[in-house]
T-cell receptor
Framework: EAQVTQNPRYLITVTGKKLTVTCSQNMNHEYMSWYRQDPGLGLRQIYYSMNVEVTDKGDVPEGYKVSRKEKRNFPLILESPSPNQTSLYFC???????????FGSGTRLTVV | QQQVKQSPQSLIVQKGGISIINCAYENTAFDYFPWYQQFPGKGPALLIAIRPDVSEKKEGRFTISFNKSAKQFSLHIMDSQPGDSATYFCAASPSMEYGNKLVFGAGTILRVKS
């Protein structure tokens, strides 16, 4: 089944403790992206990657890092999480950038 | 600043009625306008999309209307059903620009009453 898999689904952590949210896709998509979803703000792009080793900032990149060492994986790293990063995070992939995103099921992160 | 403005924030419609969600944009470089549907606990899923060379696109009960001069587009759900209850996001992308980001509206929570 074609899918984007994120882990974990739920995570509660403390301020300052580094964490990684993993994302993997099995569709051989070149384009991958991370979004955060907050009430009243919709989905805002954090980082995106157009191919292996090619990443760029989205609209809200502060406090986040990404890497794309393999085509299928695009982990999101929070080096020092803060409470304002409490949010619902989605990874997405597509064959062609903007077109036909497939989203993962989301990761609900709470930073206390 | 929201690049794509979506309204209303929430909407309650009777079963069989028409649901209408509106979006407006400013960036004239936007040339691809999809709508995504999100059920609780799931990621958004592409519902229907339109390019500005057509004014309307219909797929089943879902229709996008597009007004290029007004820089507005809307989603109409005909014969709305309880199973349509979800959050709907409009989006837009400048497909010819580097990175061709997909920018989302704030979302509309639709509830269809049976």
């Amino acid at each position: 089944e074609a899918q984007v898999t994120q882990n974990p689904r739920y995570l509660i952590t403390v301020t300052g403790k580094k964490l990684t949210v993993t994302c993997s896709q099995n569709m051989n998509h070149e384009y991958m992206s991370w979004y955060r979803q907050d009430p009243g703000l919709g989905l805002r792009q954090i980082y995106y990657s157009m191919n292996v080793e090619v990443t760029d900032k989205g609209d809200v990149p502060e406090g986040y890092k990404v890497s794309r060492k393999e085509k299928r994986n695009f982990p999101l790293i929070l080096e020092s999480p803060s409470p304002n990063q409490t949010s619902l995070y989605f990874c997405a992939s597509s064959l062609q950038g903007y077109y036909g995103y497939t989203f993962g099921s989301g990761t609900r992160l709470t930073v206390v | 600043q929201q690049q794509v403005k979506q309204s209303p924030q929430s909407l309650i419609v009777q079963k069989g009625g028409i649901s209408i969600i509106n979006c407006a944009y400013e960036n004239t470089a936007f040339d691809y306008f999809p709508w995504y549907q999100q059920f609780p606990g799931k990621g958004p899923a592409l519902l229907i999309a339109i390019r500005p060379d057509v004014s309307e696109k219909k797929e089943g009960r879902f229709t996008i209307s597009f007004n290029k001069s007004a820089k507005q587009f809307s989603l109409h759900i005909m014969d709305s059903q309880p199973g349509d209850s979800a959050t709907y996001f409009c989006a837009a992308s400048p497909s010819m620009e580097y990175g061709n980001k997909l920018v989302f509206g704030a979302g509309t929570i639709l509830r269809v009453k049976s």
